[in-house]
């Protein structure tokens, strides 16, 4: 089995996740016999979030490469990013690293394309709902994407950023974004929807949801453990 590398800290609460799910699920593949070697180098998520909320997307691809390269110093042979929004700068890591990272956005795309979605909206922070790294590989794959108009992506983001990175996660926020997902539903016909920040896991799931849920985590860590197994 290869070794996995997660950067990790962007934010804590989806690090816990991945880590938790990548052993529980193997041990369960593996009926009880193996659990993986995981290697976790933790960002300063002030530090990242702050170059992502000033443009300064140089920094934070030399941030972030320089982690990805000490997880392969380590020995991690399946690395990936624990956070969407890092995803941002995910071609100049790759260019800088050299690295074949596992990406949220392809995998997710994949997912998508496998299930015969046409159109599907889009969750995240205000950076993946209004940029195109999350969007590039559904585009290219002929899916529509479709985001909440501004003032209900600007709520989105609030509330990922003040509470759902905090590991807070309230009814009264389910409820609006169970209503911003209905919106999208009625007056864009969206088949699915893209939980595309990693902390939205802990708000909303297939249970709760007016559409299918495709979860990025969920998503993400199949496929790690996938490349992981392989």
Same mark, same amino acid.
């Given at each position: ?17 991945? %880590? ?30 702050? %170059? ?64 015969? %979605? ?113």
């Amino acid at each position: 089995m290869k070794k996995i590398g997660l950067v990790g800290g962007t934010g804590p609460e989806s690090t816990l996740m991945y %880590y938790k799910e990548l052993n529980s699920r193997i041990d369960k593949l593996t009926g009880g016999k193996a659990m993986p070697d995981i290697v976790i180098d933790s960002v300063d998520f002030r530090r990242a979030w702050g %170059y992502v909320e000033t443009s300064d997307y140089g920094q934070l691809a030399g941030y972030l490469a320089e982690k990805a390269e000490n997880l392969k110093k380590s020995g991690a042979e399946v690395i990936g990013l624990t956070a969407v929004t890092m995803h941002v700068v995910i071609d100049d890591i790759i260019s800088r690293t050299g690295l074949d990272l596992i990406t949220i956005p392809k995998a997710v795309s994949s997912e998508a394309l496998s299930r015969g %979605y046409k159109k599907i909206g889009l969750l995240g922070t205000i950076f993946t709902m209004e940029k195109d790294y999350m969007k590039k590989d559904f585009i290219d794959s002929g899916i529509d994407v479709i985001v909440p108009g501004k003032e209900d992506r600007e709520l989105v983001a609030k509330r990922i950023l003040e509470e759902l990175e905090l590991g807070i996660v309230k009814e009264s926020t389910l409820s609006e974004f169970q209503g911003i997902i209905k919106k999208m539903k009625d007056e864009s016909g969206i088949e699915a929807v893209v939980l595309g920040c990693t902390e939205l896991p802990l708000l909303l799931n297939n249970g709760n949801c007016p559409v299918p849920c495709l979860d990025s985590v969920e998503i993400h860590i199949n496929e790690l453990i996938k490349c992981a197994m392989g």
